[in-house]
């Protein structure tokens, strides 16, 4: 209970969240490095905060993690839609 809201958290729906987030997490990072620019993780996650060098910024923060992102967000709206692929 919580404030007004009351809520049911299941365990098993928790873990599964929790496992697919870090999996999202790990291979999004991952992706990141890759491609014909190939970034070091190191200079990925200083990209991303905003600092290092200006090229590595601009690779992550305006291609590859926008791209990510969309792709995160587009298979929730499908996953939310239950549309899938089909088969």
Excluded: N
């Excluded at 996650?45 to 060098?53: C, E, F, I, K």
């Excluded at 929730?76 to 692929?85: I, M």
């Amino acid at each position: 209970h919580l404030g007004p809201a009351s809520f049911v958290v299941r365990p098993r729906a928790a873990i599964v969240t929790a496992v697919a987030f870090l999996a999202a997490v790990v291979v999004g990072g991952w992706s990141m490095t890759r491609g014909d620019y190939p970034l070091p993780v190191t200079d990925v996650v200083a990209a991303v905060l905003g600092a290092g060098d200006p090229g590595a910024v601009a690779v992550v923060r305006d291609l590859r993690l926008p791209r990510i992102l969309t792709g995160l967000l587009v298979g929730a709206a499908y996953q939310w839609s239950d549309v899938g692929p089909p088969g």
